[in-house]
């Protein structure tokens, strides 16, 4: 299983960047899949999932600037940044659920700076 994940770049404050991840499995809406980030000595944290329920969770940090969604048809994950602060600033890596295992993208870096 393969998550290559893009998107990422510079963006001054305020702006926006959408990021996604294509998987080399088929995805469905029962799989847990979703977006963690960390920053430069920080842990990594989530940002953004769908559980397997197919319901979504956000940090409190992103609530109402970050959308998570996904297109099965393309078996690609998506993350929707508007509104970009920065302390947004930081290694973004997707995540996927699936065959009992777990496996995560190499990360796309976002730079939030002016």
């Known amino acids: 299983v393969q998550l290559q994940a893009s998107g990422g770049g510079l963006v001054q404050p305020g702006g926006s960047l959408r990021l996604s991840c294509a998987a080399s499995?088929?995805?469905?809406?029962?799989?847990?899949m979703g977006w963690y980030r960390q920053a430069p000595g920080k842990q990594r944290e989530l940002v953004a999932t769908?559980?397997?329920?197919?319901?979504?969770n956000y940090a409190d940090s992103v609530k109402g600037r970050f959308t998570i969604s996904r297109d099965n048809t393309k078996n690609t994950l998506y993350l929707q940044m508007n509104s970009l602060k920065p302390e947004d600033t930081a290694v973004y890596y997707c995540?996927?659920?699936?065959?009992?295992?777990?496996?995560w993208g190499k990360g796309t870096q976002v730079t939030v700076s002016s």
């Open positions: 995540y996927l659920f699936v065959y009992d295992d777990d496996y």
């Open positions: 499995v088929r995805i469905t809406s029962i799989n847990f």
């Open positions: 769908f559980t397997s329920g197919g319901f979504t």
